[in-house]
């Protein structure tokens, strides 16, 4: 079973569109983080999120965290093509050192 | 500066024969990180080194898995007797200390066992 539930794993829209994309799980976690990942390199950090209920906004990128620090989302406003890539949730659990448990990610693809 | 730097970048291998995968972290970042990514998939943790700590072996799918990490810089991830199932994008990260710190990763190495 996965301990962090990523959706929808394929998203295909058109540019201007909004999205959200959801990473839940049943386990509380000490920070979740959002990456993003081009084809043919290692993921990049988009965001920390450390604190139940905080909110980051990044340009066009909304991030939340849930209050019971369970589950997360990012939300992106009127899509543009750039935008395309892959999207992983991360997070750290307590008592666990730096190692990261990632969602299956979700494969987004922004249309002109 | 340089970043997380990994060679080879692509192995192809015949099922049966040992790999060796290595990865060079950014200079004083003291942890290390071994994932493994199935195409279009999550990162799946596969070992964890801190400083001279005892690595984290936990993410070790089976014993045909082995790391090490030399002078606490260079880590080499080692494969023996490939499987059809080892073929994976193996990437390495780095930070700056343990916990939580932000970490790095290097552009992976796309293995295929044929």
């Known amino acids: 079973t996965q301990l962090l539930e990523q959706s929808p794993q394929f998203l295909s829209i058109q540019e201007g569109e909004n999205l959200t994309v959801y990473c839940n799980s049943s386990s509380v976690f000490s920070s979740l983080q959002w990456y993003r990942q081009e084809p043919g390199e290692g993921p990049v950090l988009l965001v920390t999120?450390?604190?139940?209920?905080e909110v980051k906004k990044l340009k066009r990128l909304t991030f939340q965290f849930g209050d019971a620090r369970k589950d997360s989302s990012l939300h992106i406003t009127a899509a543009q093509p750039g935008d395309t890539g892959l999207y992983l949730c991360?997070?750290?659990?307590?008592?666990?050192?730096?190692?990261?448990?990632f969602g299956q990610g979700t494969e987004l693809s922004v249309k002109p | 500066g340089a970043g997380v730097s990994q060679s080879p970048s692509n192995k192809v291998t015949e099922k049966g024969k040992d790999v060796e995968l290595r990865c060079d972290p950014i200079s004083g970042h003291t942890a290390l990180y071994w994932y493994r990514q199935s195409l279009g998939q999550g990162l799946e943790f596969l070992i964890y080194?801190?400083?001279?700590?005892?690595?984290?072996k936990s993410g070790l799918p089976s014993d045909r898995f082995s790391a090490e990490r030399t002078g606490g810089s260079v880590s080499t991830l080692t494969i023996q007797r490939t499987q059809q199932e080892d073929s994976a994008v193996y990437l390495c990260?780095?930070?700056?200390?343990?916990?939580?710190?932000?970490?790095?990763f290097g552009p992976g190495t796309r293995l295929l066992v044929l």
């Open positions: 991360a997070g750290h659990r307590n008592n666990q050192g730096g190692k990261l448990i």
């Open positions: 990260a780095s930070s700056l200390g343990p916990g939580q710190e932000t970490q790095y």
């Open positions: 999120v450390v604190t139940g209920g």
């Open positions: 080194f801190q400083g001279n700590s005892a690595p984290d």
